[in-house]
């Protein structure tokens, strides 16, 4: 669950005129180098999924604070953690 101003953050493109800036895959915008070791280089390497939900600490993805089952059980937004629903007339499984 996402709050209507975390859709709108997460639904902006940022379009570019070249599209070999910050490409990975080409070699005139600073992207891949010839025999290039991953393990060593100093590049910080991307984790998807370093970040853990507030709750109860699974993997998630970096700009989440809730996981998805934790953030409809309690009726907040994923990200931002802004109330959204109310869910105190709901009785709720967990299963």
């Known amino acids: 669950m ?15 005129d070249k599209w070999k800036d910050g490409a990975n895959n080409t070699l005139e915008g600073g992207g891949k180098k010839v025999n290039e ?7 910080k390497q991307w984790q998807p999924y370093s970040a853990k939900c507030t709750t109860c600490k699974t993997s998630i993805t970096k700009d989440y604070k809730y996981c998805q089952p934790c953030s409809y059980r309690k009726g907040l937004c994923a990200i931002c953690g802004k109330q959204i629903l109310d869910t105190k007339g709901y009785k709720q499984s967990v299963t």
């Open 37 to 43: 070791n991953k393990a060593l280089s100093k590049k």
């Open 2 to 16: 996402v709050c209507d101003s975390c859709t709108k953050k997460l639904s902006k493109v940022i379009v570019s």
